[in-house]
């Protein structure tokens, strides 16, 4: 299969219970993320993290499939070429 080139963003609500295992997940991806940006919003209690993936359609519905399982956290994705 062809690498795939996208964007994900990723808000994350209930940072003190859900960010562990979002870095968890991303450390299992992290040879497939080139770039990653992470900013807490402090004035909503939560953070976001945008990263660059390249990867396979089914690396990036594995990697955002289990982003999205964890509890407080949403996720969506943007696939560029």
Not at 5 to 17: K, N, Q
Not at 70 to 79: F, R
Request: hydrophobic fraction near 45%; avoid cysteine; glycine fraction near 12%.
């Amino acid at each position: 299969m062809d690498n795939r080139l996208a964007v994900i963003g990723i808000v994350i609500m209930r940072r003190s219970e859900a960010a562990k295992k979002v870095n968890i997940v991303l450390s299992d991806f992290g040879e497939m993320i080139v770039g990653r940006m992470g900013v807490p919003h402090k004035e909503r209690g939560l953070s976001v993290i945008a990263l660059i993936f390249d990867g396979t359609n089914d690396d990036l519905g594995a990697l955002t499939g289990r982003i999205g399982n964890i509890e407080g956290v949403k996720v969506k994705s943007a696939v560029t070429f």
